[in-house]
């Protein structure tokens, strides 16, 4: 899977660079943006800590997602997306980690995650050319892109021996932070009015390190991969 997404991306990239050569000039557009962008990680262990709604602690994980980027020509555009996303929640579903050898089970209290993902993104418009921008079938666009993404989790942890919580032997309080790198594939809709909106599904990929240096999520699952739905608003300059 992930040799099939960077396949696709370097080759987009690649259509990207040789149409820019030639085509860039008066008729460019540059226009940017923000969306609410809604996300659903599809690793389980992820998921138990920040699902999109968290309804027994009222809280719910957000991301907004400015943009900036440029039209190139009818077909293609360019974009770059430097979002935040941030969650904060009292109490979270335990998990086992081992440390010095010794696994216990550690019952995470305060959980706050801060995470800015940034991507270079290229977007193509199949049916964009010989048309007019006001048909809807122009806006429509598949793309992909590269970047990274900044990582930062604190926990307040209760240790416990088992998952049945009755043997408390410690309290600690963990952070960790990390950068690492990302790509997404991506299909959606965009207004080309001055002021129009739009929006856009796609798969993200985020590696993760697996150090297992702390007791929180981001050092101990896989991955941060994620499905997301953005809802946006655009402005053309």
Known sequence: MKKTVLFFIL?????????????????????????????????????KIYPIIDADNSSFLTEINP????????????ELTP????DKTYSKKGFYFTKNGVTNFYAPQNVRLISIPIAARVKYFP??????????????????????????ESYDNWIYKDETLQS?????????NTFRPLAQIFAGYDSFSKIGIGV????????????REEPVISSIAPNFNSVFLNVKARFGF
């Open 11 to 47: 080759v987009l990239f690649a259509s990207v660079n040789a149409n820019s050569q030639s085509k860039l000039g008066d008729n460019a557009e540059f226009y940017g943006g923000i969306g609410y962008q809604m996300v659903f990680f599809t690793n389980t262990d992820v998921w």
């Open 67 to 78: 943009y900036i980027g440029v039209r190139i020509n009818k077909s293609v555009a360019i």
């Open 83 to 86: 979002s935040v996303m941030f």
């Open 127 to 152: 049916f964009a050319s010989g048309r007019t921008d006001a048909d809807f079938l122009s806006g429509l666009y598949t793309g992909a892109g590269i970047g990274g993404a900044w990582i930062s």
């Open 168 to 176: 408390n032997i410690g309290y600690g309080t963990y952070d960790y």
């Open 200 to 211: 856009e599904v796609g798969y993200r990929i985020i590696p993760l390190g697996v150090d």
